[in-house]
């Protein structure tokens, strides 16, 4: 199969591991290959979105005999942005990641398949990606395995709020609270990007937190 993979970042944590998984597909004599931007799909079988920002269009779409989405929550609940780390922060250990059709209004296509995995409540955010990243590869291989043989199934009942996007803000830590309180926070902020943070005092400082595994 002809397979197109977007992921408009080109330094996303999961790269290395859809170059890994490029790999795995093409010793199977498929043709993958990796785009981050929408102007070089060149249309094929399959394209997967994955973290995939901009906006495709039905003329676009149509490149390809399917298009498909991963989003990292149990659709229709959590459309939006992030929904894994909201849930995670809602106080949830286990993760639906759903493979649905692209279309318009986003995250509102068909479902493909969905897949669960458990958080043992103490993973830090590489840890969380390391598990997410299994199984959104485990998606996209059984989207090509049973690609004939899949039905889609319209997504049914009230979709909620919808997940804002995460911004700095968001890793903003309360002085005032225990480190109990807001450990999930702890857990999902992007030390590298959007590290944690507290204002006291007039001045404001940085958190980075780091496992130490049991010696």
Not at 120 to 140: C, V
Request: hydrophobic share 40%.
């Amino acid at each position: 199969m002809k397979i197109s993979i977007l992921c408009n970042d080109p330094v996303h944590p999961i790269i290395e591991s859809l170059h890994l998984w490029m790999k795995e597909m093409t010793s199977k004599g498929h043709s993958p290959v990796l785009v981050s931007d929408k102007a070089d799909l060149q249309g094929g079988d399959i394209l997967f979105l994955v973290s995939c920002s901009q906006v495709i269009l039905n003329t676009e779409r149509k490149k390809y005999k399917a298009s498909l989405v991963i989003h990292a929550s149990d659709l229709p609940k959590g459309r939006g942005w992030s929904p894994h780390i909201w849930s995670i922060l809602n106080g949830s250990n286990e993760i639906t990641v759903s493979l649905l059709e692209a279309s318009e209004p986003v995250d509102s296509g068909d479902i493909w398949l969905k897949i669960k995995f458990t958080l043992e409540n103490h993973e830090l955010l590489p840890e969380i990606n390391e598990k997410l990243f299994r199984a959104e590869l485990l998606l996209m291989t059984q989207a090509i395995e049973q690609f004939e043989l899949i039905k889609p199934v319209g997504q049914e009942g009230h979709p909620g709020a919808y997940m804002p996007k995460r911004s700095p803000v968001n890793s903003q830590l309360d002085p005032h609270k225990t480190i109990a309180e807001q450990f999930d926070l702890l857990r999902v902020v992007d030390s590298q990007k959007y590290p944690a943070f507290f204002d006291y005092r007039g001045k404001r400082y940085i958190v980075k937190i780091e496992k130490v595994e049991n010696e």
